[in-house]
Structure formats: C-alpha cells, structure tokens
C-alpha cells in the first residue's frame, strides 16, 4: 500500500506565509506526479500546482508569482512555499501523487492525503 503524510498547514495572517509537504511511501516502484489541490466552496478539488516528476510544473492562474512548488525525489517529496497570503486560500489542502506500486508496476494508481488546513485572516 502507500501512504502520503502532509504537514505544514496552519493560521496565519494576510500576506503572510506556510509551506506545506507532502510524503509518499510504501510499495512505490515509480512517481509519475505529486500536486497539492483545494477544496472549493462547492465541495470541489481544484488544482493548486502539481509537479511532473524531474519535468515541469503546472500553476493555478490564482496563485502563480505567489507559490512554488518543489520536489525532493529522494525522499518522495513535494513542497509548496506559499508566500503573500490572501483570504481567498484558505481552504483544505490535499495532496495528490499517481505512481506506480511495486506490486504491480504496469497500472498507474493515484493516491489523496488526508487533508491539511490553511486559514489566512483578513
């Protein structure tokens, strides 16, 4: 099985900054991704930014020039400094990986963490 563990979410103040991580283990054979999404007000899972293993990365239009996500492969880690925080990203953060398992490497499976949550006061 795999388990991703997230950290790093908290309160702070407008303008302010976190930084989340996101770690994966278990029976991983390859990492395709890793991305950090948020749930919207409707309940929904909106992208954030993702990261393409040793390739490029993807932004949300909302956040970009304000957050960075980076990768640290060998610990199976993702990173996401969040810098000039506004009240519209507070929210819950989950992070995202699709790998393939040591189990079987043919499948490509994709795995959510629990969530953490951010909370940015006006």
């Known amino acids: 099985q795999v388990q991703l563990v997230e950290s790093g979410g908290g309160l702070v103040q407008a303008g302010g900054s976190l930084r989340l991580s996101c770690t994966a283990s278990?029976?991983?054979?390859?990492?395709?991704?890793m991305g950090w999404y948020r749930q919207t007000p409707e309940k929904q899972r909106e992208l954030v930014a993702a990261?393409?293993?040793?390739?490029?990365?993807n932004y949300a239009d909302s956040v970009k020039g304000r957050f960075t996500i980076s990768e640290d492969n060998a610990k199976n880690t993702i990173y996401l400094q969040m810098n000039n925080l506004k009240p519209e990203d507070t929210s819950v953060y989950y992070c995202?990986?699709?790998?393939?398992?040591?189990?079987?490497?043919?499948?490509?499976?994709?795995?959510w963490g629990q969530g953490t949550q951010v909370t940015v006061s006006s």
């Open positions: 995202n990986v699709r790998l393939r398992s040591s189990v079987n490497p043919t499948v490509m499976h994709a795995y």
């Open positions: 278990g029976r991983i054979f390859s990492i395709n991704d």
């Open positions: 990261i393409i293993r040793g390739d490029s990365t």
